[in-house]
């Protein structure tokens, strides 16, 4: 196939994949901090977009707290959910929403404080049969907790986990409207690193399949170098690289897929996981394609289309940044060492 037809389509997948999936990657990172007392509470800062917290009570009857501003009427949603950790089986949270005019139910641990006049609800966390899958990050957790309700007052409201006889990993989901600041967006992949690490998994394991991609790529193309089927230029070294970056990103997914299934059972969500993991593995093909063209002159077009597979891959989440600044600065290196011009 044309170089430039397979580019233009491939840019054309990876565009439509990024718009018509719905619902990216349900919720937003918002770390916690320190926030073991009312006084020093995390705040969320907008309540109705979608925020996800992952967090950790160190042990039994301990409380962490969360607030945020509601105005009458609006709609209030939090969902909190536990890690698939073994050693943490039988770790139950449960989490208190506490605020003016809110319907009262359940009892409220004497180690948990309150706001002067504020009404409680008390959401108790149960553990269910089975894991849920999160397709586009994708991971596994329990869910225990969820409420929805609007809000009967405008206020301050606040939020307490806890859990009376061990710590454990939860997280909590607050809000229903899906929205992205850039750098949100292009710092996902590394805000999946900690989800990853909450969840029990090493540094190591989760930057194991890029490892690999990147060893067995390089490796590959020194063994070809003899033949003379690869690059032998700076430009065509540092673009191929920058295309096994992006093959590596694909490969993590998928293999977060496999440790997710471990977890839960396989469903058609597992369509749209795999959908994530072929665009970066497609603009990495597409990198290495313009990449390994080291003997022929380079021109314009090619150029533009490397530099454009970089951008691309920023906003795919492919490469860890890296990778897409790799591309941009090989799509502005001479593409011909002395030796061939000559």
Request: proline share 5%; hydrophobic share 45%; charged share 15%.
């Amino acid at each position: 196939m044309n170089r430039s037809i397979f580019t233009v389509l491939l840019l054309t997948f990876a565009f439509l994949c990024l718009v018509l999936v719905p619902g990216v990657l349900a919720h937003a990172p918002l770390k916690p901090g320190d926030n073991e007392s009312l006084a020093t509470a995390t705040l969320i800062p907008d309540p109705t977009k979608s925020w996800a917290i992952y967090g950790e009570l160190h042990e039994g009857g301990e409380a962490q707290y969360y607030r945020f501003n509601m105005t009458e009427g609006q709609k209030i949603h939090v969902m909190l959910f536990k890690s698939t950790r073994s050693e943490e089986a039988e770790f139950l949270p449960s989490f208190v929403l506490m605020g003016l005019g809110i319907s009262e139910q359940g009892d409220v641990p004497d180690y948990v404080e309150k706001p002067p006049d504020a009404r409680t609800f008390v959401a108790e966390g149960e553990q269910p049969a089975q894991a849920t899958f999160e397709p586009f990050s994708p991971s596994s957790f329990y869910s225990l907790a969820d409420v929805t309700l609007d809000a009967p007052a405008t206020g301050t409201y606040y939020i307490a986990v806890f859990e009376s006889t061990m710590g454990g990993h939860y997280g909590l989901a607050v809000g229903d409207r899906e929205s992205y600041t850039l750098d949100e967006w292009i710092l996902i992949p590394f805000n999946l690193l900690s989800i990853y690490q909450w969840e029990g998994q090493s540094v190591i394991l989760v930057f194991a399949p890029m490892i690999l991609t990147l060893v067995i790529g390089i490796g590959l193309m020194i063994l070809r170098s003899k033949n003379k089927k690869t690059p032998r230029t700076l430009h065509g070294w540092i673009g191929s690289i920058a295309g096994l970056l992006f093959m590596g990103s694909g490969a993590t997914v998928l293999f977060q897929l496999a440790f997710s299934l471990i977890q839960t059972s396989l469903g058609s969500e597992a369509a749209i996981t795999i959908v994530f993991a072929l665009i970066p593995i497609l603009l990495g093909i597409g990198t290495l394609r313009l990449s390994w063209t080291a003997e022929q002159k380079t021109d314009l077009k090619s150029r533009i289309y490397l530099a454009v597979l970089g951008v691309a891959a920023l906003f795919a989440w492919a490469g860890l940044i890296i990778g897409s600044a790799l591309a941009i600065i090989a799509s502005a290196l001479p593409r011909r060492s002395n030796t061939d011009k000559a």
